[in-house]
Structures are given as C-alpha cells and as structure tokens.
C-alpha cells in the first residue's frame, strides 16, 4: 500500500459568519490510498480554532504523515485485520478526529473498489434521498432573510440560522419576519449558537425564542459547562443539540457519562470533529440507548468529506433532515455526483 496528500484551500464564495467570526477559506487536506492498482480517496478537514488536533500546518501535516505511515506498515504487516484493528491498537489517533475520519474513508472507499463508494447502501446506489435543512449564515439582516427567501425557494421546509453574533434585538426582528410569513406549519427553525451565549442568560434568552416555534438549537452555551447545559436541558422549553460539547471526548464509557449526566434532547455528530466514522458510531449508540435524537451534519467538508457522511447517514433510517447541504459553499469545490433538490440530497445513479 502507498499513499499520497494534496493540501486542497476551499475559498468560500460568500464570507461564512458565526459567532467565532468570519471564515474565507477552509484548509482540507486530500488522502489517497493505493494498492495493486485500486484507489481509495478520503478528506481529511479541519476547522481552525474548533478541531482540537490543530494549531499549525506544519505540525498537523507531520502528524498527518506520521498516522499515515504507521497504518500502512500495519497493514502491510496484518492485511486481514483492517482499520478497526488498528485504532483498537493505536488509541492515540482517536486524539485525531479529522485524520482518522479521513484515513477511515479512503480504507472504506479502497475495501469496496475504489469508486468513491464509502458505505453499500441504498443512498449510495441512488435508491434513497435524505432530507437535509438549508443553512443560513449569520450577516446583516437584510441578507439573512434573503438566505432564507433563497432555501423557501429551493423547497427546504427545515433552515437552520446562525444566531448569537449580531445585536440580540436584530436576531429576534429576524425570527419575528420569517415567523410573521411563514409559520410552523410550513418552516421548521433550526438555531445554532455555536457556544455563544452567556451560561447565566442563556435560559432567559431560551424563554424568549419560545415564541417563534424553534425545533432545537444547538450549543447555546460554550462547552465544558456540564452542570450550567444540565440545567439549561432541564428547564429550556427549547429542545437543545449538544455539537462542540462532544469534541474530545474519545473514550465510550465517557460519551455515555455525558449524556446521562447533561440529557440533551439532541446530538450533532460531525465525523470530523466527533471521532471520525468509528468514534461517531459510538456517539449513536450511546444517544439511542438514552432515547436520545441525533443528526450528522458536515464539518464544512469538500465534496469529497460531504459525500462519505452522506453515505454514513444512509445506513441509518433516520426521518431528522441532515445537514448536508454544504456542497455549493465553496467557489473550487471538487466535482461531485451529490445533487439538492426541495430539501433532499442524494446521488446521481451510475
């Protein structure tokens, strides 16, 4: 086996807005595993600032390399026992979300025949659409309502808004305007706060979004503050989604301590961030067995990352829209056989 990686800078078309900032590019780093003649392709990606592995190019790409090289000597050494075996004997790389959800996906792709196909299912022959929300970036009001003008358009009936970096009197103008147009009945609201809310306002805020219907919202405080998000899933007349709340944590007794002890209504799980392929498996688990709901979504990944996860979320029968419907972000993205449409994704049939 031998391997190659191509750094890939994603420039975004319009600057993406959250509560951590603006982002412009996003740097992914392109994996190929070959061996005798077959080609396996997965992304490696990360988010700067929220993937816990990164701190510099140079010293990512090292490790990069290193995870790398070291899973090809055990394959070559144990070609039988496969990527599961080698995380089970090499814990350390569960340290190392994007890598592993990275080297995961080219081993699957290479498994079944190198044609990008990550998972043999249903999706992935082009027999099953997914339901997926639109997304709507934090700006301006006025541009904010033209994002979701632009998903009502394009037949999604779930958005998801960044909320909790504007004027927190233009946030709820914004909601007042879609809800005085369009009501429960016809849009479901999804909010994201990425951690941004202050942990001892967070539940009057919470009190005030009531009014306009909001599905979930996701991370409304910053992570760490398990007894504060109790508390806040306790009492919130808003389901709230734990996302950045499960970034680093790697080991399955501690995932389940975690949910037990904060009993979110919801989970996100980017493979990327949240342990890879292997790692989000067990977030599942953990949720169901607590009867708690859960949905993947991208971690901002090229096509080549959005399309493994779509396939990851096509061995689940799971009714919850996705969040897959990052695909058109980007002014380089790689071509892609995934198509949108009405709120659905799903892949073109060979």
Same mark, same amino acid.
């Given at each position: ?11 975004? *078309? ?16 392109i ?6 003649? @077959? ?12 993937s ?26 144990y ?15 569960k ?6 959800f ?56 779930? @958005?998801?808004l ?10 709820i ?36 979004? *009531? ?58 799980l ?7 392929i ?25 096509n ?23 695909g ?16 659905? @994704? ?5």
């Open positions: 086996m031998k391997y190659t990686i191509q750094f890939l800078s994603l420039n975004f *078309k319009t600057p993406a807005g959250t509560s951590r900032g603006y982002l412009l590019t996003k740097p992914s780093w994996l190929t595993l070959e061996n005798d003649g @077959i080609e396996g392709i997965g992304e490696i990606s990360i988010i700067d600032g929220l816990p592995e990164f701190e510099n190019i140079p010293a990512f790409e090292k490790n990069v390399h290193n995870f790398i090289q070291h899973f090809i000597a055990f394959y070559n050494k070609p039988d026992k496969g990527i599961n075996h080698f995380i089970q004997e090499n814990p350390e790389i340290k190392y979300p994007s890598i592993l990275g080297l995961e996906s080219a081993y699957l792709d290479l498994q079944n025949g190198g044609k990008e196909k990550y998972f043999l299912n249903e999706f992935t022959e082009g027999k099953k659409s997914i339901p997926i929300n639109g997304l709507v970036w934090m700006g301006e009001a006025s541009y904010m309502l033209e994002q979701v003008e632009d998903k009502i358009l394009q037949g999604f009936n779930t @958005i998801k960044k909320v909790g970096a504007l004027d927190w009197e233009k946030e103008q914004i909601l007042e305007t879609i809800r005085s147009q369009y009501d429960k009945s016809k849009i479901t609201i999804r909010l994201d706060a990425n951690g941004a809310f202050d942990a001892t306002k967070a539940l009057e805020k919470l009190e005030t979004l *009531k009014e306009f219907d909001i599905h979930s919202i996701e991370q409304p405080i910053k992570p760490g503050l398990i007894e504060s998000m109790t508390q806040i899933c306790q009492q919130s007349q808003i389901p709230i989604a734990l996302d950045e709340e499960l970034i680093g944590i790697t080991l399955i007794e501690d995932k389940e301590r975690l949910i037990q002890e904060i009993k979110p209504q919801y989970i996100i980017k493979p990327s961030l949240h342990g890879g292997s790692g989000s498996q067990e977030w599942i688990t953990c949720a169901e067995k607590q009867n708690i709901n859960w949905w993947m979504t991208s971690a901002l990944e090229s080549i990352g959005l399309n493994t996860i779509a396939q990851f979320a096509g061995e689940y029968e799971n009714p919850l829209p996705q969040g897959l419907g990052t058109s972000l980007y002014t380089n993205n790689v071509p892609s056989d995934l198509t949108v449409e009405a709120g659905f @994704i799903f892949k073109k049939r060979d």
